[in-house]
C-alpha cells in the first residue's frame, strides 16, 4: 500500500449500521483515480453497476440496467478523501461527495473543505460509502472507524449551524460534523452538506443524504498516515505556503470572489434578470467595494489554508459568508439591488441548506415566468428582495410554490410548460453560475459538455475567455483544447485534492502536483503520468452518465443563448451551429 | 485615453480610472506606474505581472508592449484569475 493511504474505504448500510465492512482498495486503483472526485467516481460506478462495470463506451453498455434512483435507499452516496489530506500542503484539508444528483439525474461531486476531511481521514478510511435508509432521522457517528447510529430529534428541522453546535455539545468537541438543513429533510433537489459554514453545494448531494434519513455524520479518529518522504513534502508545503502570499492570490484574501462582480459587470457578462442581460446598473450596489463600507467584515481560511478567501459580514447579530455566486444569483440574476435582502438571503440559504445558484436560478426563472404570464404569482417580481425571500422560505419548507421550485428549474419549466424551458437557466438540470455563456464562448462550451451540468468548478474555461488566447465573444474550433485543458485540470485539482486559488500560483501545475504526489505516496509519478490521470478521471465521470441514460443532443445550452444575442451587446451572439460545431470537436478530441 | 481598474489593480491604484496620453502599452504602463505606486507589484519592466490582464475598450485582451492605442481608447486593468 503506499503511503498517505489507508488502502480501504468504509461501507456502511445505514439500513443495518452494524454490518458495516471496510473494502479493500487495491494500489493501481488509488494510482489510477487518486483521491476525491476521482475516487468517488470509480466507487460510484463499482457501487452502481456492479464491480464488473463496463471498461468500454460500446452500444451494447448504454443498454445496460441504471443506477437506482438518486434518492432510493440502494444509490450510494460517497465522502471520498485524498492522499493530501492531513498533509502541511496548503488548502488540502478538502473532501469530495459523490453521488447521482437528485436534481440531474447524472454524475454529481460536491467539494467542501475543513475539518470534516482530516477527522474523516483519521477515522481509518480513505472514503466512506453510504448506502441504505435508516428507520428514522438519525445521525451516523464514526468513532475511529466504529458505526453507530444515534437518534436525530433534537436537531430535526434545525439549521446546519444549529446541527453541527449542537452535536459537538452531545458528542464531544474532538467530533467534526457534516449536516444537512430542512431542506435536505425535505428533499429540495439542490439541498447541501454544510460542514463549518462551508458547503458541498451543488447537485442535491443534501437530498440524497436526506433521503437516508441522515440528518448528520459525525466523525473523528486517531489513525494517521505516513509520508513517503516527509523531508521533502515539509520543504514543498513552506515553498507553498510562501508563494500562496502572493500577488496571485491577492484577489481572493483582499476582495474575496466577490471582486468579479463589477468586473463581470464591466465586460457585459453579469447574468442580470435571469440572463436577459448582461449588465445590472445597480451592481456596485452589491459589490464588496460597497459592502465593506456598510457591514463590518472579518476574513476567514479553511483549516490547513493559507488563503484566507472567506470574507464573512455581519448582518443583524450574527454571520454571513459572501462570494461571487451568492451575489449573481440573489443578486442581479433577480434583479434585486438591496444589498441587505441579498445577504440575508444568502444567510437564510446557509441556514435552510440549499446552493445559492440552483435557488437564484430558480427563482429568477419563476420571475421571468411571473412577467410573461406564465405563472400566476403575482407577488414574484424581478427586484423585490421580500419576494425573493418569501420564495427561499417556500423552497426550505417545500410550501406553495415552493413545492414547484424545490425540483429546479428544469423540472419547474416541465411543468409550466409554455415554452418555459427555452430561458430555463440550466444545463443537465444544473442552474448556470455567474458567467454569461453568449460573451464567454470557451466558457459556454465548459458548461454544455460538463458532466454534471453547467458548472465553473469543473471547468475554468473562463480563464480562457479573460486571456489573449481567444476572442471570448467568437469561439472558434481553437477554443476546444482550451476548454479540454482547463476541465482535466480541474478534475486533477479535485482529485488530489488542492483548491482551485492555487491555480495561478503552480506555474509548473502538472510537475509540482507530481512532485507532492511523490512526497506523500512515494510512487515515482510523473507528470505525464497526471495528464493520463486526469483524462481517465473525466471520463469516469462520462461513464457514470452513459450508464445513467446521457445523450449528445444534453451537451448543449437552453435556446435562449442560442437565439439571441446579448441586447447590450450585439457581437456577444451564439449560433447553435457554432455551438454544436465546438461539442463536436470536443468530443472528437477526447476520443469519444 | 482613459486607463479603468477593477478589482486589485483598483485598489492598489486607489482610484478606479485615470486620462492620460500614451501611444503604445509600456507608455501607459510607465505612467501608471509613476502616478500610482501602489501599483508597483504589479508592473514590472517587461509588462503586467502574470496576475493582471490588460484589455481593450471590452474587446481583445492585450500583452504586447508595442500595442498602439488610439486617443478615445479605454484600457481595462484587471485580475487574470476570474474564479468564483
Redesign the interface.
Known amino acids: 500500500m503506499p503511503h498517505g493511504y489507508h488502502g480501504c474505504y468504509l461501507r456502511i448500510d445505514v439500513s443495518q449500521p452494524a454490518a458495516s465492512e471496510r473494502v479493500q482498495l487495491s494500489d493501481d486503483v488509488l494510482r489510477q483515480c487518486l483521491g476525491g472526485s476521482g475516487l468517488g467516481a470509480r466507487l460510484l460506478l463499482e457501487e452502481g453497476v456492479g464491480s464488473d462495470f463496463p471498461a468500454s463506451d460500446t452500444p451494447e453498455n448504454h443498454s445496460r440496467p441504471h443506477f437506482p434512483d438518486p434518492l432510493s435507499p440502494e444509490a450510494p452516496l460517497i465522502f471520498a478523501f485524498s492522499p493530501l489530506v492531513g498533509s502541511p500542503l496548503t488548502t488540502s484539508a478538502k473532501f469530495a461527495v459523490v453521488s447521482r444528483s437528485p436534481l440531474t439525474g447524472r454524475f454529481n461531486d460536491s467539494l467542501a473543505s475543513s475539518g470534516f476531511a482530516i477527522a474523516g481521514k483519521r477515522a481509518g478510511c480513505d472514503a466512506i460509502v453510504i448506502v441504505g435508509r435508516a428507520p428514522r432521522l438519525s445521525v451516523l457517528v464514526i468513532d475511529d472507524g466504529n458505526v453507530r447510529l444515534e437518534a436525530a430529534d433534537d436537531v430535526a428541522g434545525e439549521s446546519c449551524p444549529v446541527t453541527e453546535e449542537r452535536l459537538r455539545a452531545r458528542l464531544g468537541t474532538d467530533y467534526r460534523i457534516a449536516s444537512i438543513g430542512p431542506a435536505g429533510e425535505r428533499a429540495v433537489r439542490y439541498a447541501t452538506i454544510s460542514h463549518d459554514g462551508r458547503h458541498a453545494g451543488r447537485g442535491g448531494s443534501g437530498a440524497v443524504l436526506g433521503s437516508k434519513n441522515i440528518k448528520a455524520i459525525a466523525v473523528r479518529g486517531t489513525q494517521r498516515v505516513e509520508w513517503a518522504q516527509p523531508r521533502e513534502l515539509t520543504e514543498l508545503s513552506r515553498d507553498l505556503s510562501k508563494r500562496s502570499f ?3 492570490t ?2 481572493y484574501r ?2 474575496g ?1 466577490a ?2 462582480l ?3 459587470n ?3 457578462t453579469l447574468p442580470t434578470r435571469n440572463f436577459q442581460q448582461g449588465t445590472f446598473d445597480e451592481a456596485p450596489n452589491l459589490s464588496p ?1 460597497q459592502l465593506r463600507t456598510e457591514y463590518s467584515r472579518t476574513r476567514a481560511s479553511c483549516v490547513a489554508c493559507t488563503i484566507g478567501c472567506e470574507h464573512i459580514y455581519s448582518l443583524g447579530g450574527s454571520n454571513v459568508r459572501i ?3 451568492n451575489l ?1 444569483a440573489l443578486g442581479s440574476l433577480c434583479g434585486v439591488s438591496d444589498h441587505a435582502a441579498v445577504l440575508r438571503a444568502s444567510q437564510r440559504c446557509d441556514e435552510l441548506g440549499i446552493d445559492t445558484i440552483s435557488t437564484g436560478g430558480t427563482i429568477a426563472f419563476a420571475m421571468e415566468c411571473v412577467e410573461r404570464g406564465l405563472l400566476d404569482e403575482p407577488w414574484l417580481t424581478f427586484g423585490s428582495g421580500a419576494a425573493l425571500l418569501k420564495a427561499i422560505d417556500l423552497i426550505g419548507a417545500r410550501e406553495g410554490l415552493g413545492q414547484l421550485l424545490a425540483d429546479g428549474s428544469r423540472r419547474a419549466a416541465e411543468v409550466i410548460g409554455q415554452g418555459s424551458i427555452a430561458f430555463a437557466p440550466q444545463v443537465k438540470g444544473l442552474e448556470i ?3 454569461e455563456p453568449r460573451g464567454l464562448q470557451t466558457m459556454a462550451l465548459g458548461f454544455a459538455v460538463g458532466a454534471r451540468g453547467a458548472d ?1 468548478n469543473r471547468s ?1 474555461a ?2 480562457v ?4 488566447k481567444v ?1 471570448r465573444r467568437h469561439a472558434t474550433l481553437d477554443s476546444v483544447g482550451y476548454a479540454i485543458e482547463t476541465e482535466d485540470k480541474a478534475a486533477l485539482m479535485d482529485s488530489l485534492i488542492l483548491c ?2 492555487l ?2 500560483v503552480l506555474e509548473d501545475f502538472h510537475g509540482e502536483s507530481a512532485a507532492m504526489l511523490r512526497a506523500v505516496t512515494g510512487w515515482d509519478v510523473t507528470a505525464d503520468e497526471l495528464r493520463e490521470t486526469a483524462q481517465r478521471i473525466v471520463a469516469t465521470k462520462r461513464q457514470v452518465n452513459l450508464l445513467a441514460g446521457w445523450t449528445l443532443a444534453e451537451d448543449t445550452l437552453p435556446d435562449r443563448f442560442l437565439n439571441t444575442p446579448l441586447p447590450n451587446d450585439p457581437e456577444a451572439s451564439l449560433t447553435r451551429e457554432r455551438l454544436n460545431d465546438l461539442v463536436a470537436e470536443y468530443h472528437r478530441q477526447r476520443g469519444w | 485615453m482613459y486607463v479603468e481598474f477593477l478589482g486589485i489593480p483598483r485598489e492598489r491604484a486607489g482610484i478606479s480610472e485615470m486620462e492620460l496620453e500614451a501611444e503604445t502599452l509600456g507608455q501607459v504602463l510607465g505612467q501608471i506606474s509613476a502616478r500610482c505606486p501602489g501599483l508597483s507589484e504589479l508592473i514590472t519592466s517587461e509588462g503586467l505581472h502574470p496576475s493582471v490582464v490588460a484589455n481593450l475598450n471590452g474587446d481583445e485582451f492585450v500583452k504586447s508592449l508595442d500595442t498602439r492605442f488610439a486617443e478615445d481608447d479605454r484600457l481595462l486593468i484587471l485580475s487574470a484569475d476570474a474564479g468564483g
Do not use: V
Open positions: 502572493g500577488p496571485a491577492a484577489k483582499e476582495l470572489t471582486a468579479n463589477l468586473t463581470f464591466r465586460f457585459g467595494e462570494e461571487y455566486e449573481f453560475p455567474g458567467y465553473h475554468g473562463y480563464d475567455d479573460f486571456s489573449d476572442d482551485k486559488f491555480r495561478r
